[in-house]
Nanobody, 124 residues
C-alpha cells in the first residue's frame, strides 16, 4: 500500500500563487506515474497535471497550462504543484494520485492510490 498526504491548500485572491505538496509513504517503490486532480462542487473530478517517475515527462490540462508546474523528488517521495496566477475557476479540492502505470495517464480510474485532498479557494 501507498499513503498519500496533500498539504498547502488555502484561501487566496485571484492572481496569487500557491504551492501544493504531496508526501508519499509505504511501498513507494511500486509507484511510477503521479498526478494531480481536482474536483469542484457539483462537478466531476478532473485531471490537472501528471509526471512520470523520472520527472522527465509532464502533461497538463489546457486550463492550467502555462500557469501550473508539476515537479517530483523521487528520493524524498514528494511531488509538488506550483500554481501561479490563480483564478476563481481554480477553486476545488485538489487530490494527489499515484499509479504503477508507466505512461502518462489522465484517467482517474488508472490511479491506484489517492490522497484525501486539500482545499484551494480563489476569491475574485
Amino acid at each position: 500500500q501507498v499513503q498519500l498526504v496533500e498539504s498547502g491548500g488555502g484561501l487566496v485572491q485571484a492572481g496569487d500563487n500557491l504551492r501544493l505538496s504531496c508526501a508519499a509513504s509505504g511501498r513507494t517503490f511500486s509507484v511510477n506515474t503521479m498526478g494531480w486532480f481536482r474536483q469542484a462542487p457539483g462537478k466531476e473530478r478532473e485531471f490537472v497535471a501528471v509526471i512520470r517517475r523520472s520527472g522527465s515527462s509532464t502533461y497538463y490540462a489546457d486550463s492550467v497550462k502555462g500557469r501550473f508546474a508539476i515537479s517530483r523528488d523521487v528520493a524524498k517521495n514528494t511531488m509538488t504543484l506550483q500554481m501561479n496566477s490563480l483564478k476563481p475557476e481554480d477553486t476545488a479540492v485538489y487530490y494527489c494520485a499515484a499509479t504503477r502505470i508507466l505512461v502518462l495517464t489522465t484517467t482517474p480510474d488508472d490511479y491506484d492510490y489517492w490522497g484525501q485532498g486539500t482545499q484551494v479557494t480563489v476569491s475574485s
